[in-house]
């Protein structure tokens, strides 16, 4: 990837119950992923390209999780260990904290209320907006969740945007999520590379 000042790197939820094999909801290959990440990251600083964070970052009790209605394990609850980045990731910008009220939303940019539906903008866009962005590098986890929301809705932003392939991994619940997740991305105008 070829960064610029206006070409930033938005590095989704790589956090400890993703990336780390102890981690709760741990995406397959996700380990790798963190060095990959890392080598978009020191291209971005090299290339003085704005980059953002994203975490998930829930309740302990929210209708995402499994035990209160929802589909997944516990995870990425905040502040605790499960919702640190993980160690060894280089963290070298702003990060934008999505779910800490409940919300179901996927994308870095939107968040879901689960009682409504409504949807409602995190900062992630005036944060981009604010840094100069008008193309987007969407790197992370997981692939088929927070990556494919995230790259979603920049396209409908406005933003070029492009995902690596390689700089991420899908969590698979059905076997080809991840391949379904790139295809419906190329079909929106994400560039996959
Ligand atoms: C994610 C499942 C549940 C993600 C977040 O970051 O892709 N996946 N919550
Ligand atoms: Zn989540």
């Known amino acids: 990837m070829e960064f610029d000042a206006r070409t930033a790197l938005v590095v989704v939820d790589v956090q400890n119950d993703f990336a780390d094999p102890k981690g709760s909801l741990y995406v397959s290959g996700g380990e790798e992923v963190v060095a990959t990440v890392n080598r978009h ?5 090299a ?3 704005p980059v953002v964070y994203t975490q998930d970052w829930h309740p302990e009790s929210t209708p995402h999780f499994e035990k209160d209605g929802g589909i997944w394990p516990v995870h ?3 502040d605790t260990w499960g919702a640190d980045f993980h160690p060894r990731l280089l963290v070298a910008g702003p990060s934008v904290k999505k779910g800490s009220h409940g919300e179901d939303g996927y ?3 939107t968040m879901r209320d689960p009682e409504t539906g409504e949807e409602k903008p995190t900062e992630l866009d005036a944060t981009l907006r604010e840094m100069g962005a008008e193309r987007v590098v969407v790197v992370g986890l997981a692939l088929d ?4 929301a995230t790259a979603l ?6 933003y070029d945007t ?3 392939v390689e700089a991420t991994a899908a969590v698979n619940l059905s076997p080809g999520d991840g391949d379904a997740a790139l295809e419906e991305a190329r079909s929106a105008g994400v560039v996959v590379v």
Request: charged residues 15%.
């Open 107 to 109: 994308s870095g940019f």
């Open 76 to 78: 990425c609850v905040m």
């Open 41 to 45: 990251i020191v291209s971005a600083i």
């Open 47 to 49: 290339a003085g390209a």
């Open 153 to 158: 809705d920049a396209r409908r932003l406005g």
């Open 162 to 164: 492009f995902l690596p």
């Open 145 to 148: 969740y927070c990556v494919k």
